[in-house]
Structure formats: C-alpha cells, structure tokens
C-alpha cells in the first residue's frame, strides 16, 4: 500500500480521468476526498469521502479542505483535475464563455492549490491535469489552450515558491483519453482519424493518467518538480 495513511484530494472526480485517479489512490491504500459537483454514491464509507465544490469560488474550496481535514486530519496530495472544454469558434466566443473555462481551468487551480498548500506544514504534493492542447492548438478552443497553457507556467513559479515547505508541484499533459462509458455513443470515423496521428496506434484511458499522477505522488517522485510531463502516446512527436 504505497499511500497508507496518505490523504488525497482529487477535483473533478466523479467521472473519466478524475474518477481513474482517484480510483487508483484508493487502491493504493490513501484515504481519498472525492470532490465534483456530479455526485458519488458507492464510495466505502472508511476511506473516502465525496465532497461537493465549485472549484471557481473562493468559499467552496476552502470549505472542501476544511471538510477534507474534519474528516481525515490532513492533506497530503492534491490533484486539480476539475476542467471543461466546450468547443466553440474563438470569433463566436462569448465573454461569459471565456471566463467560464478560465475560471474553473486555471483559477480552480490556483484556489485549491493556495488553499491547500497552506495547510501542508510537512510538504506534500500537488498534481496539475494539464493537456498537450497547451502545446497544440486545437480550433475551437481557445479558451481551453490558453487555461491549460497557463497552468503549465504557473506550476514552475508555484513549484520555486512551495519547495522550501517541501511542496512538490507537477503537472500531467493528457493527450486523447476514451473516457466513454458503455451507454457513451462512439463516432468510429472520428476514433480512427484521432488514433491515426497516435504513434503507439490507440487511445489512451484514465490508467494511464492516473498511473503517471500516481507516480508523481509517491517518494519515487520526490526529486521533480515544476515539470509538465506529456502522456499522449506519441501523439505530440508528430
């Protein structure tokens, strides 16, 4: 059980990416905050807890983490992974649109992390989910490329500045996951033209997410930090 006795907090985890990793620190032996606004009912009562927050605002997130210490005496781990991508053409983009993903993308990160960091008196790790559309540009989403673009700048200053509190701060660049469920419905086509740019020849799935921000939560992990490591099967060598 690598993270026995460890406490993580994982944003945006009720389903695909977030709800694979917080799976996986569960599995791990870490008593796990499951926090979304979708909620979550078949969590074991021991050791997890979900927790309902607007990563957006300011009230919300400091209640996740005071509701995170009541019920597990601490924090250990954090992992921003609450995010949205509506796709919409940069000349249509509203305002409000714009500063819905910016707020819950890059400001949800910088509040949890704020918000937990200062309660880490004996270091700890935090995991950004960032996406290689912060090293790609996609049509419609450029609000989207410009949150996960921030969030790997922010992460080296946040990782100078948290170092001397033993506050390791990483960031995880997703390329193209499958995180349908089974009712999900598939376009093939699309599929095929997106494994087709992927030099391992698939998808990626939330393992292989939740493998990497395993990692660099663990010891093994202790020496990196204020780095953004891609895992998209080759998709960005291209």
Not at 168 to 177: E, K, L, R
């Amino acid at each position: 059980m690598t993270f026995k006795n460890k406490v993580a907090i994982v944003t945006g985890a009720a389903h695909g990416i977030g709800r694979g990793i917080a799976d996986a620190f569960l599995a791990e032996g870490a008593q796990v905050v499951y926090s979304d606004l979708t909620p979550i009912k078949d969590l074991p009562a021991d050791n997890a807890v979900f927790i309902a927050c607007d990563v957006s605002q300011t009230k919300q997130v400091d209640d996740l983490v005071k509701q995170a210490i009541d019920k597990f005496g601490k924090v250990d781990i954090l992992v921003n992974n609450a995010g949205v991508y509506p796709f919409k053409p940069f000349l249509a983009m509203s305002e409000a649109e714009w500063d819905r993903v910016i707020n819950i993308n890059l400001k949800g990160v910088f509040l949890c992390s704020q918000a937990v960091a200062k309660i880490m008196p004996s270091g700890g790790k935090i995991i950004n989910i960032s996406s290689i559309a912060s090293f790609v540009g996609f049509e419609g989403l450029a609000h989207y490329c410009a949150s996960k673009g921030g969030i790997n700048a922010m992460i080296r200053a946040m990782a100078l500045e948290l170092a001397p509190k033993k506050i390791n701060v990483n960031a995880v660049a997703p390329g193209a996951i499958d995180v349908r469920d089974d009712n999900a419905p598939s376009n093939d086509e699309a599929n095929k033209k997106t494994i087709s740019a992927i030099a391992l020849g698939r998808m990626g799935l939330p393992k292989d997410i939740a493998d990497t921000v395993v990692f660099l939560a663990s010891d093994k992990a202790d020496y990196i930090t204020g780095q953004t490591i891609v895992v998209d099967g080759g998709y960005t060598l291209r």
